[in-house]
């Protein structure tokens, strides 16, 4: 059984159709990303996975849970880090770690915050509070907050958004972390060469469809093979994006 | 309803609490119009109101602690729309915890602050000459009352922090219930007030509170108002708290 299964899914906000129509799966085990422009409707979709927000048409499954019906199955089975760092100012780093391991009752909440902020790097960071972390330490520290309870299924909005470098190669790891035990990841984003380096499969959502959803070795076969100029070329995850986009435009 | 309410409910008002506890200036701010408030009438105007043979600040103290709630409660509007807005609401949401408890946290934070805020308002009143015949059970049946009312007034809070679309909107509600004690018995005898306004102080809900808190503290027994008081807050309580509960199912939707 797939992790995720949407069939016709449909959502509009009054007078904006956003998803009409969309279809994807997702395997266990695999990190898939969502592309899509600004507005496209990725957010919406994470948070109709998320139980956050309830679809106006169409099958959703999250873990085999139906969103709708089994929402609770489905937040046991999920941890969401949404588009925008979730944390509270007052707190420090590591409360916020306590935080999470008290919510989803696990013993020795102190020892897994201890834990989590030496992975991210945030240990010496920890007993001062979130208001004066830079963006990339927030954005660490809220990945962080969703890995507690090991939850099967993770969904990240945007992890790398406004990340230097460094930050995005920190998160880049930690997911790559989390495919490798197994966790189902998936992860919208705007960078093409992030959904390259991450992602075993790509859907790209556009115009309120998912109009190609592929491995990448499958995306790059949708344009005509290499181009011949003076060195070979092979096309790259953002030539497909451009192509198709701006084709369907 | 998860067998985890309890637990859950605790864990996020520990965390919603640190919030008075780490930045004490929302107790500051809250207390800081009543008490002048206090000093400007008892100093001020309060020579010139007569209230019989009962000293001015202890007349006016059960309208400044209404202030005090009213000014209160628009910090707990303040923190569940900063929740809302911040991220942590969708969070809390996404997660296996009560939903309900994310906003129980709120309604137990602002019932300490509000405890704090008065406990703080009654001193500064103590030293300002305020004295109370009133014994335990007295002052137990006023912690009641106020008790009861901060909970009505929290909840009616919640209904803009859960809907406000700017912070100034979130705390706005407020002003007009900080200035509802002014029109009532709180200040100065409503028989000196033109019919009109009259009519309106006597029927509105301060003036019951205000009249049974007073009659309290002088160690007196208390009339019918207090059932009015008592009628009002439970009213205000079932209506605020069906509304609120109505506004954040339909937010979860
Ligand atoms: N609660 C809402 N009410 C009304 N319109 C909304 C709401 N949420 C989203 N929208 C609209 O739906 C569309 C899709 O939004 P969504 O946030 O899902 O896009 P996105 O793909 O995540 O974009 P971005 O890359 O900018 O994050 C946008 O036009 C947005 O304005
Ligand atoms: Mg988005």
Redesign the pocket.
Known sequence: MPAIQVHGLRKA??E?D?LRGVDLEVARGSVFALL??????????VKILSTLLKADEGAVRVNGFDVAAQAADVRKSISLTG?FAAVDEILTGREHLVLMARLRHLREPGRIADELLERFGLTRAGARRVATYSGGMRRRLDIAMSLIGDPPIIFL??PTTGLDPQGRLEVWQAVKALAERGTTVLL?T?YLDEAEQLADRIAI?HDGRIVVNGTLAELRQLLPPAEVEYVEKQPTLEDVFLAIVGAAR | MTTHWFADTAVLTGRSLRHITRSLDTILTTVITPIAIMVMFVYVFGGAIDTGSVSYVDYMLPGVLLITIASGISYTAVRLFADMTGGLFERFQSMPIARSGVLWAHVLTSLVANVLSLVVVVLVALLMGFRSDAGVAAWLAVAGILLLFTLALTWLAVIPGLTAKSVDGASAFAYPLIFLPFVSSAFAPTDTMPAAVRAFAEHQPATSIVNTIRDLFAGQPVGGDVWVALAWCAGLLVVAFGLAVLIYRRKLA
């Open positions: 906000f009054a904006l956003v899509g422009s600004n507005g496209a409707g990725k957010t919406t979709i588009q909005d945007e919208t705007q959502l």
